[in-house]
């Protein structure tokens, strides 16, 4: 069984098996609930620590991952969180005072093409004579 980050040696010993895997699944718990992304705001700190185990006691709730989330949003309002950040806002370039010049096309590759001089000579239509 894997030992507690938060008992010595001696203190983990004198626990039974059943509550060394009590005390394993509750840091579990934990540890999910901390890295749970609907928890982000959270702050670690004894206050919010306290007022969640408040809460679990208070309405009979195991420490779970679940009872946790549940907790964590009943109290939004009474736990220190991380303050949303203001939406940040982009200043629009003006808009352009003429028309942006249209991008140019590709001739069709099916259509004749003649040049004279590296320049292409317009085709219109044949003048009489």
Do not use: C, K
Request: glycine share 2%.
């Amino acid at each position: 069984m894997n030992q507690s980050e938060n008992y010595s040696d001696e203190d983990w010993a004198a626990l039974s098996p059943e509550q060394q895997d009590e005390v394993v699944r509750v840091e579990r718990s934990v540890r999910e609930f901390l890295s749970d992304r609907r928890a982000i705001r959270y702050i670690v700190n004894d206050a919010n620590g306290d007022a969640l185990q408040n809460f679990l006691s208070t309405h009979g709730l195991d420490t779970t991952h679940r009872n946790l989330l549940f907790a964590f949003d009943s109290l939004q309002d009474d736990l220190e969180l991380v303050p949303l950040a203001a939406p940040v806002v982009q200043d629009l370039p003006p808009a352009p005072s003429q028309r942006p010049t249209p991008v140019p096309t590709s001739p069709d590759p099916r259509a004749p093409q003649a040049f004279r001089n590296g320049r292409p000579i317009a085709f219109t239509n044949p003048r009489p004579l």
